[in-house]
Structures are given as C-alpha cells and as structure tokens.
C-alpha cells in the first residue's frame, strides 16, 4: 500500500512539473520578434586603412519600422579591441538610433569584426573591419627605465 501511495505521489508531482514548465511568461508572449523592424542604414563599415594606435570610430544608424517601440537590450562586441556606446531610451515607432563602434587599432593588419545587437525586437549583427598601418619604428618613444634587461 505504501508503495502504491509512493508511486502515484511521484506521477502527481512529475505531472504538476510537466504542466507548470509549459506555461509562458505573459511578457515574453507580449514581445514580437520582428528583426525587420530594425532597419540599419548600413550593416557592415569599411575603415580602409588606419594608423595603428589610433582608435578608429564610426556609428550605425537605424530606424524603427515597426509598431512598437525598440530597445536596445545589450550591444556585444566579438571582441574587446571594440567599444559600442547606444541609445539607451526606447526607439519610438519612425524613430532613429544610434550606435557607435570604437576600434582600438592596437595590432597591425587585417581586422574584421562583429558588433551583436540584441533588442526586443530580435538580434542583428553589424560588421567594422580594415586594415592598420603598422605605426613607424620611430614613432614609439624609446624605453629609457631604470630597469634594464641584458
């Protein structure tokens, strides 16, 4: 008897476990996933070339074609050679935005990298890439420490 008690116990709470995992979060259904509604002017920016150890910016533009208002949730860099800054108030229906990306410009060469918008709206994906002009041997001020290394 015990062990029939014990059993059907057990289904009634898997069962109650079950249910309560499908239920969804009234302001989850609420937020409609239209990327679209996030419309960039451009997407990707192309610095070209860049002395090194020159940050190098540029700001993203975008408008809200939809019917709610956007916001900005998080704006994540691939990388910390980038600093995005944005609009932190909700985007109004017609409305712009902004976001700026700030390149460090610290390694010579080819760089690309992605900038991950993620709104209510959706995520979007912004590009910067370029490449950095190595700085000239004389231009980094000689080492002249107290402290040598031979």
Same mark, same amino acid.
């Given at each position: ?25 009234? /302001? ?27 940050? /190098? ?94």
């Amino acid at each position: 008897m015990k062990k029939v008690l014990l059993s059907l116990s057990l289904l009634a709470l898997t069962a109650s476990v079950s249910f309560a995992q499908d239920k969804k979060d009234p /302001a989850q259904e609420a937020t409609v996933q239209n990327p679209d509604a996030l419309k960039f002017t451009d997407e990707m920016h192309d610095f070209g070339t860049i002395p090194q150890n020159v940050p /190098a910016e540029t700001e993203f533009t975008f408008k809200n074609t939809g019917k709610e208002p956007i916001i900005l949730q998080r704006v994540q860099p691939s990388c910390g050679c980038t600093s995005p800054t944005w609009s932190k108030d909700p985007i109004l229906p017609g409305k712009t935005g902004t976001i700026k990306a700030t390149y460090n410009a610290a390694a010579p060469g080819n760089f690309q990298k992605s900038i991950t918008v993620f709104a209510n709206v959706g995520t979007k994906v912004l590009t910067i890439k370029g490449n950095v002009e190595k700085a000239p041997e004389g231009s980094v001020p000689e080492n002249n420490s107290v402290i040598k290394t031979h």
